[in-house]
């Protein structure tokens, strides 16, 4: 057999050929000039290519079938996309509007948990690629779920309302959306599952066009991905790129509000002997600060301190949190790493209960830090700094051996 004694050769090759030229028009991206010619950055920014071509058909084929849904798992330690969070979990479902959906599993400990039932994506500018981009309809938050006492839930989506742990859906839902956020090393993510409730045959093989459908949304979607970032942000996100280094007042948006969250970005460029202060007021709730790349990709979490939450933090005594984003580590307690990057992003958010603060930020010499900072300011030496990575490093694998 030979290419052309198949009836669907001829659409299957032009649809992979149209992909391959997508890939080498998403790798020109890596060039664009938000982004450094330092050998670190132009690396990265190939390697969040890379991570998320090794997603794209997950998405595109493999979980796509709403009427045998499949939970994805976004981002970790390898791959990173969407100004993910370095202390949450992400994952998603596609879904339909027609069918009813068992989700089960185990609640874990983690202190943020959020099922979002997503809908459309609105047409014109201001639209983040796929599988983005598309607006929350309902949600229901860790307060809200019914847990049984070994820790087991079952949540149901669509169909007749019931009296908990039900989500309507609508003609126009297309995923499931669920995010995990941590705040001490010790918590334990959820077990998560989904299923059609009247799901009693097997799932069909995909057909030559569903596939021709999937290389096209895959193609679709890397090109997105290296065009949306880092530009979105600055052009629909509200981050000032000729401002950088401080953080504008967070926003929340009705969006915002249905995820349990509030966010904000600062843009930050950094010279090698230059470190940047962040300062602001202990407050309730729960908070986290993330170190990013150009492209918007968490930095190395696993290995490095480049995230914080309240519970990993050191409190000044005039009860303000001050952390130090530097390129080497100056021996205070809560220093954030750049990896030796000349420039990315630091997004604040905010969960639960209270309400974001003012964030203020400062930029003064690596070498003068100690006089900017209180005399009380904690400080760790290197053993308690490589103790702190080891208890991470466990952390963050547990984290994501259970998803």
């Known amino acids: 057999?030979?290419?052309?004694?198949?009836?669907?050769?001829?659409?299957l090759r032009r649809a992979w050929e149209t992909f391959c030229y997508q890939v080498k028009a998403a790798g020109q991206q890596i060039f664009?000039?938000?982004n450094p010619a330092s050998e670190l950055h132009r690396v990265d920014a190939l390697r969040f290519l890379t991570q998320n071509l090794g997603q794209a058909f997950d998405l595109a084929l493999e979980t796509r079938d709403t009427r045998y849904p499949g939970m994805h798992s976004f981002c970790g330690p390898t791959r990173k996309l969407g100004g993910d969070c370095a202390d949450f979990t992400y994952q998603q479902a596609w879904i339909d509007?027609?069918?009813?959906?068992?989700?089960?599993?185990?609640?874990?400990?983690a202190r943020f948990f959020n099922i979002t039932v997503q809908g459309p994506r609105p047409d014109g500018p201001g639209v983040l690629h796929e599988p983005f981009g598309d607006v929350p309809e309902a949600s229901l938050a860790g307060a809200e779920?019914?847990?049984?006492h070994d820790g087991t839930f079952e949540v149901f989506l669509g169909g007749a309302p019931r009296a908990s742990n039900w989500l309507p859906t609508t003609a126009g839902s297309r995923k499931l959306f669920v995010r995990q956020g941590f705040d001490s090393w010790d918590e334990i993510p959820a077990r998560?599952?989904?299923?059609?409730?009247?799901?009693?045959?097997p799932k069909p093989l995909p057909t030559a066009q569903q596939m021709v459908d999937a290389i096209a949304w895959a193609g679709?979607?890397?090109?997105?991905?290296?065009?949306?970032?880092p530009e979105f942000p600055f052009t629909h996100g509200g981050v000032d790129a000729d401002a950088p280094n401080r953080f504008p007042a967070v926003v929340s948006t009705d969006g915002d509000t249905k995820r349990g969250r509030a966010a904000v970005n600062m843009h930050w460029v950094l010279t090698p002997d230059e470190a940047l202060v962040i300062e602001f007021d202990a407050h309730d709730g729960f908070w986290s600060l993330t170190n990013m790349g150009v492209f918007f990709n968490s930095m190395d979490f696993r290995y490095r301190p480049v995230s914080y939450t309240p519970s990993r933090t050191a409190v000044d005594?005039?009860?303000?949190?001050?952390?130090?984003?530097?390129?080497?580590?100056?021996g205070f307690h809560n220093w954030i790493d750049t990896q030796g990057f000349e420039r990315g992003n630091v997004t604040y958010r905010h969960m639960l209960d209270g309400a974001p603060v003012p964030l203020r930020t400062e930029v003064v010499k690596h070498s003068e830090l100690a006089g900017v900072l209180p005399a009380d300011t904690a400080t760790v030496t290197a053993e308690e700094r490589r103790a702190q990575m080891r208890v991470r490093f466990d952390?963050?694998?547990?984290?994501?051996?259970?998803?």
């Open 1 to 11: 057999m030979a290419y052309g004694d198949g009836p669907d050769d001829v659409a």
């Open 32 to 34: 664009k000039e938000h």
């Open 97 to 109: 509007g027609d069918s009813v959906y068992r989700i089960h599993g185990e609640r874990g400990t």
């Open 145 to 148: 779920l019914a847990v049984d």
């Open 192 to 201: 998560i599952a989904i299923e059609r409730v009247d799901m009693a045959e």
């Open 220 to 229: 679709d979607f890397l090109t997105g991905v290296m065009g949306d970032w």
């Open 317 to 330: 005594t005039d009860g303000k949190v001050r952390l130090v984003l530097a390129h080497t580590d100056p």
């Open 395 to 403: 952390a963050v694998g547990r984290r994501y051996t259970a998803l």
